[in-house]
């Protein structure tokens, strides 16, 4: 009778107090883990970049002020390949 009692309160033990200790420690390091969110925004406008036609966001676009307006790019390569035809 005692062995079962004594089961019984191992069992009742890690069910409420082991079980969530474990739990938040892992989960603890799962977050730590989990992936970062990337440094692009999710909305904004959009550019269109005249070399390769590619719809870039403006906010992280690379830029150049062209006769008064800018022009964005979705690389470096397209921004010299545009500026060796102008």
């Known amino acids: 009778m005692r062995l079962i009692f004594r089961l019984f ?3 009742l033990l890690f069910l409420f107090i082991l079980r969530p200790l ?20 999710a909305g904004g406008e959009l550019k269109k970049d005249p ?3 590619t719809y870039v ?12 307006e800018l ?7 397209c921004q010299a390949k545009y500026r060796a035809r102008v």
């Open 57 to 68: 966001s403006a906010a992280t676009s690379l830029s150049q002020k062209v006769a008064g």
């Open 9 to 11: 309160l191992l069992l």
């Open 22 to 41: 474990l739990r938040s420690l892992l989960g603890g390091l799962q977050s730590a883990v989990a992936k970062q969110e990337p440094s692009i925004p």
């Open 51 to 53: 070399v390769c036609g």
């Open 71 to 77: 022009v964005y790019f979705c690389s470096s390569e």
